[in-house]
T-cell receptor, first 111, second 111 residues
Framework: LAKTTQPISMDSYEGQEVNITCSHN???????ITWYQQFPSQGPRFIIQ???TKVTNEVASLFIPADRKSSTLSLPRVSLSDTAVYYC????????????FGSGTQLTVLP | EAQVTQNPRYLITVTGKKLTVTCSQN?????MSWYRQDPGLGLRQIYY???????DKGDVPEGYKVSRKEKRNFPLILESPSPNQTSLYFC??????????FGPGTRLTVT
């Protein structure tokens, strides 16, 4: 299983763009990078998934360099409600495999 | 509405008294999984199921059982609960393993 490393915590202010980087040096060829968001006492919620280059949806963007050993989740113009824990996962698509959530990054958005 | 439901949401029990936490999804997903979440340890996978009658161990399966007799249901069974199983439990389902849909959680206390 590819292990991921992310910062334990980050602070930001409302209206700023936030970038959370995840390191996954042992990512395999068929692995996908996936990000989840979790609020206290709630189940994680899927944010975005990508394989290479850039993926964008209505919530976030995901940047993946050519070597795929890291990825960056970008949250544009954060608000107080974006305060949550963000998890980076590396997932093998297409075969039976357990999923491992790391410790995540606690993002705190300040007014 | 597409959702994953868990019951009960809160449970206080005593050591050794068998209990079952139910999980049901209405999205016709093949993949289902159970996680526990503890402070400082993040989300850890207990068991997962790729399809009916197919289950496999996750990171922390000891003390738990699961069954997958129907596609929509994936109950978690604690045959003889112990205090170290006090935790917040989440059930999840997915069509594609990375994009999992989580239930609201079950907070279990074993005294």
């Amino acid at each position: 299983l590819a292990k991921t490393t992310q910062p334990i915590s980050m602070d930001s202010y409302e209206g700023q763009e936030v970038n959370i980087t995840c390191s996954h040096n042992n990512i395999a060829t068929n692995d996908y990078i996936t990000w989840y968001q979790q609020f206290p006492s709630q189940g994680p919620r899927f944010i975005i998934q990508g394989y290479k280059t850039k993926v964008t949806n209505e919530v976030a963007s995901l940047f993946i360099p050519a070597d795929r050993k890291s990825s960056t989740l970008s949250l544009p113009r954060v608000s107080l409600s974006d305060t949550a824990v963000y998890y980076c996962l590396v997932v093998l698509s297409g075969s039976a495999r357990q999923l491992t959530f790391g410790s995540g990054t606690q993002l705190t958005v300040l007014p | 509405e597409a959702q994953v439901t868990q019951n009960p949401r809160y449970l206080i029990t005593v050591t050794g008294k068998k209990l079952t936490v139910t999980c049901s999804q209405n999205m016709n997903h093949e993949y289902m999984s159970w996680y526990r979440q503890d402070p400082g340890l993040g989300l850890r996978q207990i068991y997962y199921s790729m399809n009916v009658e197919v289950t496999d161990k996750g990171d922390v399966p000891e003390g738990y059982k699961v069954s997958r007799k129907e596609k929509r249901n994936f109950p978690l069974i604690l045959e003889s609960p112990s205090p170290n199983q006090t935790s917040l439990y989440f059930c999840a389902s997915a069509e594609y393993r990375a994009q999992q849909y989580f239930g609201p959680g079950t907070r279990l206390t074993v005294t």
